[in-house]
């Protein structure tokens, strides 16, 4: 039986760089700091850092989306850290709005606000 989405990994061609880039965009250090992997808990998911980006292939075809409260706000702060504009707000129905960026090292990382999937306080 599946449990449910654990982790999302980007390959990065300069770890450290990604590190330090994550660690402003999320606000927090990452929790296992290795050389070979970064992770950081996102709300009790893993977004991983492996090295390797400069000869691994990019996902593209595949996206991992993000919670955010308001997604405007949070592509436009993405961009305004050095991200690039993958794809715009976009309204998909039922008050969910996704869009994405692509990060500094080429991955697309999704944003997603959904009213539908709020986290409750314990």
């Known amino acids: ?3 449910g989405l654990r982790t999302a990994i980007y390959y990065v061609d300069d770890i450290a760089k990604a590190k330090e ?3 402003f965009v999320l606000g927090f250090a990452p929790y296992f700091d290795e050389p070979f992997y970064v992770g950081f808990n996102v709300g009790g998911f893993e977004l991983g850092l492996h090295p390797g980006g400069e000869s691994a292939e990019k996902a593209t075809g595949v996206v ?5 409260d308001n997604v405007e706000v949070d592509l436009q702060r993405l961009v305004s850290l050095g991200a690039a504009r993958n794809e715009d707000v976009q309204d998909v129905g039922g008050d969910i709005k996704v869009a994405s ?4 090292f080429g991955n697309i ?9 709020k986290l409750d306080p314990e």
Do not use: C, H, Q, T
């Open 1 to 3: 039986m599946f449990l």
């Open 64 to 68: 991992a989306y993000w919670g955010v």
């Open 21 to 23: 880039w994550y660690s």
């Open 101 to 104: 960026v692509k990060d500094p």
């Open 109 to 117: 990382f999704g944003l997603i606000e959904n009213p539908n999937f």
